[in-house]
């Protein structure tokens, strides 16, 4: 491809149905469904940004990559992508797409040939090896008495476990393969149910039946088989700039031509504790306190989020904001989450500018909220912090309305950004 313009492309304001700008909208499509990630969207999202936006663009950055659509779809489009991911369960879900695209015709022939071996013998594999009880410990340090599985459900995950175990230490990529499709069924096939924040099934849910785990997950692997199948190699290659999108700062500037990014809305969702039951699989939870530790590190979004130091610096935009909510909301923390977001969100989009090229384009997909009838224009305010740190703002566009728990009218925005030159600042 060839460089990128100096100027934004002229053309008509970015549109699209409103679906694709929900995980749901790119269901069917190849990679896709490898994993149910509520906040997310389409790769009709990102064909669409970077027709519109940067059509002749060569390096994308997405600083919350999620499942990976924005950093999957570019490279494909033969552009160089570059992506941070705070959780390591969606590192994982990135990471076994990543790898996929890669393989050369004949890798891709020994893996499907692969994966297929499996989904015919899984049951007997299954059968042969035993519970591993190394993850059964795991568990209830993490969840103490806390029941989420069926019993036979439970000593099957742990068979999963040990099955994974054995086939990384000859075929490394059919056990990546495997875990992700394991990942994909845990929630489905537990006592809880993802909607919005995790919780507990109701026992109207219940009574509809559980999903059997071994076939839930032969299902995904016979789906993860024909979507690599079908799916093109990537043109371009796929790079983990950082974990932590707060810390990119210190990072060689890629001088990326596009940014294409949904951040955490401030929706109060406990993102970690929506994969506790992932991360255990994985091995990333050792005991109760270590969910703790990973909502340290994310942009602060969730009233769980909130520590005492959390809030504590309080950007003058915000700080009328804040006296209301610490005045009217039923719980002081609000307020500190909501100070902490748009600080910590300032890092990100300093972040941002640092690797970004001149002329480049920001695109940030956020949606605002309400608290105890305090609106809270989430992307007013970014527009401004985008403002402070040189950017301009190009477009602003209403992409759906959403509603808060109360019923308050709320929208999704998509916010385009220019990165200002040093004279035009």
Known sequence: MNSMQTELFPKASFEIEAKHTTHSGGKGEYLHDWYSYLEGFSSSFVHEILKT?????????????????????????????????????????????????SLSDSEKSKFLLDISVLCENLSSYLQDVGPSEDLRKKYYDCFDKSIFFSQDTF???????????????????????????????????????????????????????????LPSVLKQLNLMRDDCRNCPRALAP??????????????????????????????????????????????????????????????TSGINDVTKDKGKDILPLVSDLY???????????????????????????????HHTKPNGVVCIDIGD?????????????????????????????VLRKRYSNGGA??????????KMDSDEK
Not at 68 to 73: A, L, S
Request: charged share 20%; hydrophobic share 45%; aromatic share 10%.
């Open 53 to 101: 936006y940067a059509p002749n663009a060569e390096i994308v950055l997405e600083p919350f990559a999620g499942v990976g659509t924005t950093p999957v779809n570019s490279s494909i489009l033969g552009c160089t992508s570059y992506y941070c991911e705070i959780n390591p369960v969606l590192r994982k879900v990135v990471a076994i797409k990543k790898k996929l695209l």
């Open 155 to 213: 000593e099957q995950v742990l068979k999963f476990r040990s099955l994974v175990d054995q086939i990384a230490l000859n075929d490394e990529l059919l056990a990546e393969a495997l875990e992700v499709a394991i990942l994909s069924c845990l929630v489905t096939c537990s006592l809880l149910k993802r909607s919005g924040d995790v919780r507990f099934k109701t026992p109207k849910e219940l009574s509809k039946g559980v999903p059997l785990l």
């Open 238 to 299: 796929m790079n983990l700039l950082a974990n932590n999108s707060k810390e990119v700062l210190d990072i060689k500037s890629i001088q990326a031509d596009i940014v294409i990014t949904s951040p955490p809305y401030l929706n109060g969702t406990n993102y970690f504790r929506n994969t506790k039951l992932e991360l255990w699989f994985i091995g990333e939870l050792l005991n109760n306190k270590s969910l703790r530790v990973f909502r340290d590190q994310v942009v």
């Open 323 to 353: 006296a209301e909510l610490l005045e009217k909301a039923y719980d002081a923390r609000i307020a500190k989450m909501m100070s902490a977001y748009f600080y910590e969100m300032k890092i990100v989009l300093e972040g941002l500018h």
């Open 369 to 397: 909220s309400v608290y105890a009838n305090v609106y809270i224009p989430t992307h007013t305010i970014l527009t401004e912090i985008a403002k402070d740190l040189g950017f301009s703002l190009y477009e602003e566009i």
């Open 409 to 418: 009218e709320l929208g999704q925005y998509l916010l385009v950004f220019k």
